[in-house]
């Protein structure tokens, strides 16, 4: 049954992709849906493309391994990103009318070379995240299907890549919204069923309270002591608010969130959808975390705790639920996958190769921006490199992961941290900022991007041990400011990049309707509200249950 609904749900992405594929015309379809898309496909697709394998898995994982409570915390400022990108940041990209991220930053200096590099950085990075979203896929399968796992791999890359080589971004904002709804099912009514299997909400805290396995992994600080991922309580609260920031930053700047509001309808629909994935999100986290503690009181020895949510798919929830289940993680990962296919094909296609063919400097050279760039987004021709190129980066990224080892969480942390370093500091500097220079912009992004990749390789394969206050990303996050500073001195921005700077800061005529706004505000209160209710929840169903244990 697990198997017949996993083939369902890749039959049902390629009919999809398609589908899609045949209403992609040009370029501005392939990559930003004609710049259209309403408000509950781009929230749909922001949390799609936040929402994997690294989720329903590692993070899930995490929970089970003994650090709800450490989750929940690093996701309270990981969600705090949609809104402070959206307004510091996403509706100011989507002002400028690029196709990607790395565009942006090529218009905003005035530099075809940091183009580039952007877009080497996009190729690098999120294909490492990709990497993991496929192995994850990979494993969820391999514990399903009994089949060689070069098969599996196969499969599962041939579903993610048809799909977005026929569709484009299009295709990724209807399928990822379809697969939002299937996992965010999956995650509620799998983790909620597991609750209430265990007592309901108030007994089985109280059973996970007295886990004798796994003592303390319902505390606020999780299991703690030198055998434990965490050694103090306190390095719990400075490993939560440390990854916490460095995600808030992932989800406000980072190229797979950031450029879903490229896609969006007007300004409102951006703020809107951000409102959107930031309830949606705290409502789905609080079930993961606790659901994924909560399979202890059914198993506490699964190995490897990645797979906890399959074991339990498979051993404790009703067979319709499991299949649900199954189905939601395996959705998570195949929406994920093509935001992050589409995304380095984009970048590969737009922002890298028209640059090492020399086709953009020539055109910065001899200023070429008038017919030529307003017919950028009708570029049929463009269109068909676009889809070459998505094959040849996606045959890249399944040589890579054939020969790389298993590391979901690892692999797929460390490189959205790549984009919290490198481009966070830039990326809102180049909106507040006049006085910010193409060589200080590229300086930073080097410095940021080298420093995490040196020191978390020297952590992971080095054996070199940080303080907790001075991870990689940290470390990666102070060197992408000095090196701006210092790259940037002695040089003056170009006044091109500034006019176009100074254009953003305008709001467009269609988002300055009086009803739009009034809408918009709606959207904050019902999401304050939620917010609100949730925290209420955490107070009456943790801790309430379990303040006798608390000593």
């Not at 940041?89 to 002002?95: T, W």
């Not at 499969?155 to 990724?172: E, K, M």
């Not at 390095?235 to 440390?242: E, P, R």
């Not at 809102?428 to 020191?455: C, D, H, N, P, T």
Request: hydrophobic share 55%; aromatic share 12%.
């Amino acid at each position: 049954m697990f198997a017949l609904a996993i083939f369902g749900s890749f039959v049902l992405y390629l009919v999809i992709g398609a589908a899609v594929g045949r209403t992609v015309k040009d370029k501005s379809d392939y990559y930003v849906a004609g710049r259209a898309a309403p408000t509950f496909l781009v929230a749909g697709t922001l949390v799609a493309s936040f929402l994997s394998t690294v989720s329903f898995m590692g993070e899930l994982g995490f929970s089970y391994d003994g650090y709800p409570l450490v989750m929940l915390l690093l996701t309270a400022f990981n969600i705090s990103g949609y809104l402070v990108g959206v307004v510091f940041f996403g509706r100011y990209l989507r002002r400028s009318q690029a196709l990607t991220v790395p565009e942006y930053f090529g218009k905003r200096f005035d530099s075809p070379g940091l183009q580039a590099l952007a877009g080497i950085m996009v190729v690098m990075g999120i294909g490492l995240y990709l990497v993991a979203v496929t192995q994850g896929l990979v494993l969820v399968m391999g514990q399903l299907i009994d089949v060689p796992q070069w098969v599996i791999l196969i499969a599962v890359w041939a579903a993610y890549t048809i799909f977005t080589l026929l569709s484009g971004s299009r295709g990724v904002l209807v399928n990822d919204t379809i697969m939002f709804v299937v996992f965010t099912a999956a995650a509620i009514i799998g983790m909620g069923w597991l609750i209430g299997r265990a007592g309901g909400p108030v007994a089985a805290m109280q059973k996970m309270a007295q886990l004798a396995e796994k003592p303390d992994g319902i505390a606020w600080h999780g299991l703690t002591g030198a055998d434990n991922y965490i050694g103090s309580p306190l390095q719990a609260v400075i490993y939560a608010v440390t990854f916490g920031i460095v995600w808030c930053t992932v989800v406000a700047v980072s190229p797979w969130q950031s450029s879903r509001f490229l896609m969006a309808r007007n300004e409102h629909v951006a703020i809107r959808s951000a409102l959107f994935a930031t309830a949606a999100l705290a409502i789905t986290y609080l079930f993961l975390t606790f659901g994924g503690f909560s399979i202890n009181l059914f198993d506490s020895g699964i190995e490897p705790s990645e797979t906890a949510f399959i074991w339990a798919a498979q051993n404790v929830l009703p067979s319709l639920l499991g299949v649900i289940a199954v189905t939601g993680i395996v959705a998570a990962g195949l929406s994920s996958a093509a935001s992050f296919l589409s995304l380095i094909g984009f970048s590969a296609a737009n922002d890298v190769l028209p640059y090492l063919s020399g086709n953009r400097r020539r055109d910065a050279e001899t200023r070429v921006v008038g017919a030529e760039a307003a017919a950028g987004d009708n570029d049929t021709a463009g269109l068909r490199v676009a889809r070459w190129t998505m094959l040849v980066v996606g045959l890249a990224v399944l040589a890579v992961t054939s020969v790389a080892p298993p590391a979901v969480l690892t692999i797929g942390y460390f490189a959205a941290t790549l984009f919290a370093a490198s481009w966070g500091p830039i990326a809102f500097w180049s909106v507040w900022s006049e006085k910010l220079s193409a060589r200080g912009a590229a300086s930073g992004m080097i410095a940021g991007f080298a420093v995490v990749a040196v020191f978390e390789s020297l952590s992971e394969f080095g054996g070199l041990e940080l303080p907790d206050f001075l991870n990689s990303t940290i470390l990666g996050f102070a060197a992408s400011i000095i090196a701006t500073v210092v790259g940037n001195t002695g040089t003056k921005p170009p006044e091109a990049g500034n006019a176009f700077r100074r254009k953003l800061m305008h709001v467009p005529a269609e988002d300055q309707d009086p009803a739009n706004y009034r809408v918009t505000r709606t959207w904050m209160i019902v999401t304050v509200a939620i917010l609100a209710l949730c925290s209420v929840a955490l107070i009456a169903l943790y801790v309430v249950p379990y303040a006798p244990f608390a000593g």
